[in-house]
């Protein structure tokens, strides 16, 4: 079965097409895989796309980032034997606690949730708009929810302690980046030879979006973002956790509206608020090279912001086996991650620094004598979202 599979995010677009046949085993190589990039370039997507071995490069100026998405989908081959599309869609709400068939009432659904995560929800709409126009009606259109892995999470974990009438209106905490924590989480115990069931897990999802999850029995019992992806860990260009009486001060007395701090507290704070320069932190640690003040303390809120996080979610699972680090800087940042270990030294945890500084793909970079396993996964977002579709798509 030739899935074809569409994961939208805050600042890029992936798009990978699988030949899926069981959903065991570990990721299959795409027969054809594209990126999209409208962040770095206003006014032009940046499009790269490997098929054959081959990887080609290319812009396309766009009005709004979808724009790019026709373009793309002229060169993905075997379009007429692709019969399924599945999509990530970021918030699924309470209605959706798993993936689904996309059905009109689905896509009511989803539009509902859109003023929950209106970065993310509207862009998904417009994709799965598309892909019905490119592929045609008969065509199986698939959501994977990126709530759905932590409906699982406990009450003390969901409730927020506002009014209780927050609850039956929705306002809980629901969490997100649940694809790929449920992705890293199964790769993990399979690097480790172990039994999810067995394990405690905090896996570590650290990109231009970030959260952590506290993963026991291969279930999320606590995550750290919330009714949005904008609570939790200090990210790209996203604040995370701040105090909400923040929020009360620049209304009263700095005249914000609504649309000022969505702007503020999604596109302008971070990484890149703190630091000035980038909510990239490849960026961010070139200036701390060089000697830039800024940087520098940007690179230290967030370590001890996500060394604070750890420690919540450690609390939740009351022990840990395994720290597992995915996504960009996840995987990428060798000072990152001996940072954390060196927090958490006072439990044992330890590094390999050979291999902390070049870890192979899918490896445990712990020392032999480190009481907590420490990992580096390639998270496989795409691979999970095949997986979760041709699930669905056979049980149709």
């Known amino acids: 079965m030739k899935i074809l599979v569409l994961n939208g995010g805050s600042s890029s677009f992936k798009s990978s097409l699988f030949e899926v046949t069981g959903v065991d085993g570990g990721a299959p190589n795409a027969l054809w895989e594209a990126r999209v990039d409208w962040e770095h370039r206003p006014g032009f997507a940046e499009i ?5 071995g081959n990887v080609s490069n290319r812009s396309v100026a766009v009005k709004a980032p979808l724009d790019s998405l026709e373009p793309l989908m002229a060169t993905v081959p075997h379009r007429d034997q692709i019969r399924v599309a599945g999509h ?3 918030h699924g709400g309470r209605a959706f606690r798993e993936s689904t068939r996309i059905t009109p009432q689905v896509r009511a659904g989803i539009a509902q949730m859109a003023s929950f995560a209106p970065e993310h929800n509207r862009l998904e709409l417009e994709a799965i708009e598309c892909m019905e126009r490119i592929l045609g009606p008969a065509a199986v259109q698939v959501a994977v929810f990126d709530t759905a892995f932590h409906a699982s999470l406990p009450p ?12 039956g209106k929705g306002i809980r905490r629901y969490g997100f980046h649940g694809i790929s924590h449920q992705y890293t989480s199964r790769r993990a115990a399979a690097v480790l030879g172990r039994d999810l069931g067995a394990l405690r897990m905090i896996t570590c999802h650290l990109g231009n979006g970030c ?3 506290a993963i ?4 999320s019992i606590d995550t ?4 949005t992806p904008l609570e939790g860990l200090m990210m790209g260009t996203r604040s995370g956790t701040i105090d909400p009486g923040i929020i009360i001060h620049l209304v009263r007395h700095r005249g914000y509206k609504a649309e ?3 702007r503020v507290l999604n596109k302008e704070s971070g990484l890149r608020g703190v630091s000035g320069i980038s909510g990239d932190m490849r960026t961010v640690m070139e200036a701390m090279a060089h000697g830039d003040a800024r940087a520098q303390v940007a690179f230290d809120v967030y370590v001890h912001r996500l060394c604070s996080e750890i420690g919540a979610m450690l609390a939740s699972l009351g022990g840990l086996d395994a720290l597992v680090f995915t996504a960009g800087v996840g995987e990428n940042s060798p000072e990152l991650r001996a940072r954390v270990a060196d927090a958490f030294a006072f439990l044992g945890v330890k590094l390999d620094a050979a291999k902390n500084t070049q870890p192979p793909a899918d490896a445990d970079i712990a020392a032999p004598d480190s009481t907590v396993r420490v990992l580096v996964v390639h998270t496989q977002e795409e691979w999970e979202i095949a997986r979760e579709s041709y699930r669905v798509a056979s049980a149709s």
Do not use: C, H, N
Request: glycine residues 12%.
């Open 260 to 262: 000022q701090l969505d």
């Open 88 to 90: 990530r869609v970021v």
């Open 216 to 219: 026991r029995g291969g279930v």
């Open 48 to 52: 790269q796309i490997k098929a054959d």
């Open 224 to 227: 750290t973002m919330g009714f």
């Open 156 to 167: 003390p974990a969901y409730v927020y302690p506002g009014p209780y009438e927050w609850v």
């Open 211 to 213: 959260s952590l999850a």
